[in-house]
C-alpha cells in the first residue's frame, strides 16, 4: 500500500536542513510520496524510518540490468506513463533471438548480422543490445551456443529455456556475465528462482495474464529478487499492448509493485512468420513499454528504424538533441570548398549535412552552438547573431583550411549578413537558400 506524504512526512526528521535539496521535510516528503526524489537523499533519516518508508521509498518500476561491463544496459526505473509529462529514462534494448538448434553456420550468420546492424545517427551509436539465444535441441548445445554467442557477439545475453537443466548448463558456461533468464513458470519457478539467486542475475517471469504473472513475482520477491522483468504470453499483438500499457498504469498510478517491472516481448509471436509485420509489432512495443523486445532477426532494414523510433522516443523533450559545435569535413573539402554555418540543433545539422552530401560537393559546414535551437528560433532568442557567429568563425581554424573568404549563412537570418559582415570584416557574408532542400541547387549554381 502506497504511503501518502504525511505518512512519510511523520517519519522524517523534521529539521527543515535542506541537505536533501528541498528547502523543507514536509516538500520532500510530498516529493517522495510522488516518486520524484529518493529516500537516501535525506542523510538523516533514522533505520527505523527508513525501514518503514521502505515502500514508499522503492521506485514504482525497479531498475533491471543485464549483462556486465560496457555492453551492459539497463532497463525499468520509468516514472511516467508519456514522454510529454517528463522524459523516459532508460531506452529499450532490442536484439535478435538465436536458436540452440540451428547449424553453426546460421549461428554464425545470426551473429554477423547482430553485429552489422550498428548505425551512427545524430552523433548517437544506434546497435542491438542484446542476444536472445533459445534452447531447441539439448542441454549441452544450449550452453555450448550460449557461450559462443556471447563471446563472438559481446553483448549481454537473454538465456531462453524452459527447463532448468538446460538453464542451469548455460549459466555454467557463460561465467559470471549476468544474462537475463527466461524464464520462470508457474512450473518450474522454484528451480529458476534458485538459479536466478544462486548466479546473482535477473529473471523473467512468464505466465498467461497478468494476474498470473503477479503471482509469479511476489513468489521471486519473497526469495530476495529484486530484479525481475515480466512476461505476460499474450495471445495477440492486441493483448500485448493491452497488457503493457495495464501494467505500466498498475505500477506508475496504483503503485502496485507485483507488476512494477520491466517488460520483456516477443512481437514475433503474433507475426505469423512476416518479419515486416512483426517490425511493425515491435515498433508498438518500442512506444508502449516493451523494455527488452526480442525478434526473430536483427537484420539492418529492422533494426534501423526501430532504433530511430527508439531515439526519438527516449529522447527527453525538454532538452534539444545537440550535435557537437564545430566545423564538420563533408565530403574532403580543399581551399576552394565552400563554408556554410548553421545552428546545433541536431535535426538542423542532420538536415542541412544530408542536402550538403547529396550535392556531392565537398564543403565545410560551421556548426554554432546555439543551445540545440533551430534556426529561426535561436535568432529568435539571441543564440543565433552576428557576435556569437563571428566569434565561432574567429576561434575556429576555417581560414586556415580554404583560399576564400566567403561564408554562407542560412537563408532564414538573411537579415543579419549586414550585421555579421561588420563583425567578420575578412569574409564576405553570402546569404544561402531559405529552404534546406535547396542547398544542392544553390552550391551546384555556385560551383559554375
Ligand atoms: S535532509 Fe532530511 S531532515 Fe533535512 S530537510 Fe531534507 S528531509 Fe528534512
Same mark, same amino acid.
Given at each position: 500500500m502506497?504511503?501518502? %506524504?504525511?505518512?512519510?512526512?511523520?517519519?522524517?526528521?523534521?529539521?527543515?536542513?535542506?541537505?536533501?535539496?528541498?528547502?523543507?521535510?514536509?516538500?520532500f516528503?510530498? !516529493?517522495?510520496?510522488?516518486?520524484?526524489?529518493?529516500?537516501?537523499?535525506?542523510?538523516?533519516?533514522?533505520?527505523?524510518?527508513?525501514?518503514?518508508?521502505?515502500?514508499?521509498?522503492?521506485?514504482?518500476?525497479?531498475?533491471?540490468?543485464v549483462?556486465?561491463?560496457?555492453?551492459?544496459?539497463?532497463?525499468?526505473?520509468e516514472?511516467?506513463?508519456?514522454?510529454?509529462?517528463?522524459?523516459?529514462?532508460?531506452?529499450?534494448?532490442? %536484439?535478435?533471438?538465436?536458436?540452440? %538448434?540451428?547449424?553453426?553456420?546460421?549461428?554464425?550468420?545470426?551473429?554477423?548480422?547482430? !553485429?552489422?546492424?550498428?548505425?551512427?545517427?545524430?552523433?548517437?551509436?544506434?546497435?542491438?543490445?542484446?542476444?536472445?539465444?533459445?534452447?531447441?535441441?539439448?542441454a549441452?548445445?544450449?550452453?555450448? +551456443?550460449?557461450?559462443?554467442?556471447?563471446e !563472438?557477439?559481446?553483448l549481454? $545475453? +537473454?538465456?531462453?529455456?524452459?527447463?532448468?537443466?538446460?538453464?542451469?548448463?548455460?549459466?555454467d558456461?557463460?561465467?559470471?556475465?549476468?544474462?537475463?533468464i527466461?524464464?520462470?513458470? /508457474?512450473?518450474?519457478?522454484?528451480?529458476?528462482?534458485?538459479?536466478?539467486?544462486?548466479?546473482?542475475?535477473p529473471?523473467?517471469?512468464?505466465?498467461s495474464?497478468?494476474?498470473?504473472? =503477479?503471482?509469479?513475482?511476489?513468489?521471486?520477491?519473497?526469495?530476495?529478487? !529484486?530484479?525481475?522483468?515480466?512476461?505476460? =504470453?499474450?495471445?495477440?499483438?492486441?493483448?500485448?499492448?493491452?497488457?503493457? +500499457?495495464?501494467?505500466?498504469?498498475?505500477?506508475?498510478?496504483?503503485?502496485f509493485?507485483?507488476?512494477?517491472?520491466?517488460?520483456?516481448?516477443?512481437?514475433?509471436?503474433?507475426?505469423?512468420?512476416?518479419?515486416?509485420?512483426?517490425?511493425?509489432?515491435?515498433a508498438?512495443?518500442?512506444?508502449?513499454y516493451?523494455?527488452?523486445?526480442? @525478434?526473430?532477426?536483427?537484420?539492418?532494414?529492422?533494426?534501423?528504424?526501430?532504433?530511430?523510433?527508439?531515439?526519438?522516443?527516449?529522447?527527453?523533450?525538454?532538452?534539444?538533441?545537440?550535435?557537437?559545435?564545430?566545423? *564538420? &569535413?563533408?565530403?574532403?573539402?580543399?581551399?576552394?570548398?565552400?563554408? $556554410?554555418?548553421?545552428?546545433n540543433?541536431?535535426?538542423? *545539422?542532420?538536415?542541412?549535412?544530408?542536402?550538403?552530401?547529396?550535392?556531392?560537393?565537398?564543403?565545410y @559546414?560551421?556548426?554554432?552552438?546555439?543551445?540545440?535551437?533551430s534556426? $529561426?528560433?535561436?535568432?529568435?532568442?539571441?543564440?543565433?547573431?552576428? &557576435?556569437?557567429?563571428a566569434?565561432?568563425?574567429?576561434?575556429?581554424?576555417?581560414?586556415?583550411?580554404?583560399?576564400h573568404?566567403?561564408?554562407?549563412?542560412? %537563408?532564414?537570418? =538573411?537579415?543579419?549578413?549586414?550585421?555579421?559582415? /561588420?563583425?567578420?570584416e575578412?569574409?564576405?557574408?553570402?546569404?544561402?537558400? *531559405? /529552404?534546406?532542400?535547396?542547398?544542392?541547387?544553390?552550391?551546384?549554381?555556385?560551383?559554375?
Amino acid at each position: 500500500m502506497a504511503l501518502t %506524504g504525511l505518512d512519510i512526512f511523520k517519519q522524517l526528521p523534521k529539521t527543515n536542513c535542506g541537505d536533501c535539496g528541498v528547502p523543507t521535510c514536509l516538500a520532500f516528503a510530498m !516529493k517522495l510520496a510522488q516518486g520524484g526524489a529518493e529516500l537516501s537523499q535525506c542523510p538523516h533519516v533514522s533505520e527505523e524510518a527508513a525501514a518503514a518508508l521502505s515502500d514508499a521509498a522503492a521506485p514504482p518500476m525497479r531498475a533491471v540490468t543485464v549483462g556486465t561491463g560496457d555492453a551492459a544496459f539497463t532497463v525499468g526505473e520509468e516514472t511516467v506513463l508519456f514522454r510529454h509529462d517528463k522524459t523516459f529514462v532508460h531506452p529499450c534494448a532490442i %536484439g535478435p533471438r538465436i536458436d540452440s %538448434g540451428t547449424s553453426d553456420d546460421e549461428i554464425a550468420a545470426a551473429v554477423a548480422t547482430t !553485429k552489422a546492424a550498428a548505425f551512427e545517427r545524430v552523433q548517437q551509436h544506434l546497435a542491438c543490445g542484446f542476444a536472445a539465444v533459445r534452447s531447441t535441441a539439448d542441454a549441452a548445445r544450449f550452453a555450448a +551456443v550460449a557461450a559462443d554467442v556471447a563471446e !563472438k557477439s559481446g553483448l549481454p $545475453l +537473454v538465456l531462453m529455456a524452459e527447463d532448468p537443466e538446460h538453464m542451469s548448463a548455460a549459466l555454467d558456461a557463460v561465467g559470471p556475465s549476468r544474462p537475463l533468464i527466461h524464464a520462470a513458470t /508457474e512450473a518450474n519457478a522454484e528451480a529458476m528462482i534458485a538459479l536466478a539467486s544462486e548466479h546473482s542475475c535477473p529473471l523473467a517471469v512468464r505466465a498467461s495474464g497478468l494476474d498470473a504473472v =503477479a503471482a509469479l513475482t511476489e513468489k521471486a520477491a519473497a526469495a530476495g529478487l !529484486k530484479e525481475l522483468v515480466i512476461d505476460s =504470453a499474450p495471445e495477440s499483438a492486441a493483448a500485448a499492448l493491452r497488457d503493457h +500499457v495495464f501494467a505500466r498504469r498498475a505500477a506508475l498510478k496504483q503503485k502496485f509493485a507485483p507488476l512494477g517491472y520491466p517488460v520483456i516481448t516477443f512481437p514475433g509471436d503474433h507475426a505469423d512468420g512476416d518479419p515486416m509485420l512483426e517490425t511493425v509489432y515491435a515498433a508498438v512495443d518500442v512506444a508502449k513499454y516493451g523494455s527488452i523486445i526480442v @525478434l526473430s532477426g536483427a537484420e539492418p532494414w529492422r533494426m534501423l528504424p526501430l532504433l530511430v523510433l527508439r531515439q526519438n522516443v527516449y529522447t527527453d523533450p525538454q532538452r534539444p538533441m545537440r550535435a557537437e559545435a564545430k566545423v *564538420y &569535413e563533408i565530403g574532403a573539402p580543399g581551399p576552394d570548398s565552400p563554408f $556554410l554555418v548553421t545552428t546545433n540543433f541536431s535535426l538542423t *545539422y542532420f538536415i542541412v549535412s544530408s542536402e550538403i552530401e547529396a550535392s556531392k560537393i565537398p564543403a565545410y @559546414l560551421g556548426v554554432v552552438d546555439a543551445e540545440g535551437l533551430s534556426v $529561426l528560433t535561436a535568432w529568435a532568442a539571441g543564440k543565433f547573431v552576428p &557576435e556569437r557567429i563571428a566569434k565561432f568563425v574567429n576561434d575556429s581554424a576555417i581560414a586556415e583550411n580554404v583560399s576564400h573568404h566567403d561564408i554562407i549563412i542560412p %537563408g532564414a537570418v =538573411a537579415q543579419i549578413s549586414g550585421e555579421l559582415a /561588420e563583425e567578420l570584416e575578412a569574409w564576405n557574408v553570402l546569404v544561402g537558400p *531559405y /529552404e534546406a532542400a535547396d542547398i544542392p541547387a544553390f552550391l551546384k549554381a555556385r560551383a559554375g
